[in-house]
């Protein structure tokens, strides 16, 4: 397959709920449709902040035909596919591409952590990327499985064809340069986190997938164009002032704290799904705040 070189900023895009739990698919186009003026280089549909561990597949992939439905031309369209046994993986891998994926994120498979060494993901990803019609991306993000993917790992992962990348979102600058000397050459590594994203523009990242860009694209993306341009003090300065924000609408307040961050912005939040618990009054008051503080909002 074509190399796939990807650039830019991508949000892993929330999922609104209604308050009865239900997907709310007028929301979400509302928001891609939103999304596509702030320069943004594609969406992934089905990651992390995407609530996915609590969608069926219908869900899956009602949201990936919209989100195709209603992206901009251009603009690169991920899933994320992973599922815990490689037959699943390749099942929906397949479906995604059929709705229209560009390309299919595949998260680190986890729950037998202990047997889940290098060698089994490498066998895991090497099968997927067999079977599959669409490039194939990596995702690591440790603190949700217990699973760190080395530059061993990487590097030879990197060698197949239709693997064309991975998301690294341990936010590790030494790892990230570890990454992409063990890494072939192409290969696309994306920052899986705003607060590594300045840092690994100065080593060459071109591509980012994080939470952030839900609430804050247009910032996220100016971050790279300034530093394209050669104002690299002032994209310093931007990704210092946006550093609070990610740490509230990631480690501190979740996919509430997201969703309610989206919301203060003109965006469809929508509720979470349970499980996940809302956020208080106090917590939103507090999240309000410090977004008021970067300057997001009045």
């Not at 869900?59 to 599922?83: P, R, Y």
């Not at 591409?97 to 066998?123: C, N, V, W």
């Not at 912005?265 to 956020?279: A, F, I, T, W």
Request: aromatic residues 6%.
């Amino acid at each position: 397959m074509p190399t796939l070189t990807i650039r830019g900023v991508i949000p892993p895009m929330i999922t609104p709920f209604t308050p009865e739990g239900a997907v709310d698919l007028a929301a979400h186009a509302a928001n891609v449709q939103r999304w596509n003026e702030a320069g943004l280089g594609g969406y992934l549909v089905l990651g992390s902040n995407s609530e996915a561990v609590y969608l069926n597949e219908r869900e899956k992939l009602q949201l990936i035909e919209c989100t195709c439905n209603n992206a901009a031309s251009g603009h690169l369209i991920l899933a994320g596919t992973g599922m815990e046994s490689t037959r699943e993986t390749i099942h929906l891998t397949r479906e995604a591409a059929g709705a229209g994926a560009h390309a299919a994120l595949i998260i680190t498979p986890s729950f037998y952590q202990e047997q889940m060494k290098d060698d089994a993901q490498i066998r895991h990803f090497q099968a997927i990327a067999d079977a599959s019609p669409i490039p194939v991306l990596m995702y690591n993000v440790t603190k949700y499985t217990g699973i760190n993917l080395s530059p061993r790992a990487v590097g030879i992962l990197s060698e197949h064809p239709n693997i064309i990348g991975m998301k690294d979102s341990s936010g590790s600058i030494p790892q990230l340069v570890q990454y992409q000397k063990a890494a072939a050459d192409g290969f696309n590594i994306l920052v899986g986190t705003a607060s590594a994203w300045y840092p690994a523009l100065t080593l060459g990242v071109t591509g980012a997938v994080m939470a952030l860009a839900n609430c804050a694209p247009a910032e996220c993306v100016r971050v790279q164009q300034w530093f394209g341009q050669g104002r690299a003090a002032d994209a310093e300065a931007l990704y210092r002032r946006l550093f609070p924000v990610n740490q509230a609408v990631t480690a501190t307040y979740g996919i509430a704290g997201l969703k309610y961050a989206c919301a203060l912005r003109g965006y469809q939040g929508g509720s979470v799904r349970s499980p996940l618990p809302e956020l208080s009054e106090q917590q939103k008051v507090e999240v309000k705040e410090i977004l008021r503080e970067a300057g997001l909002v009045g």
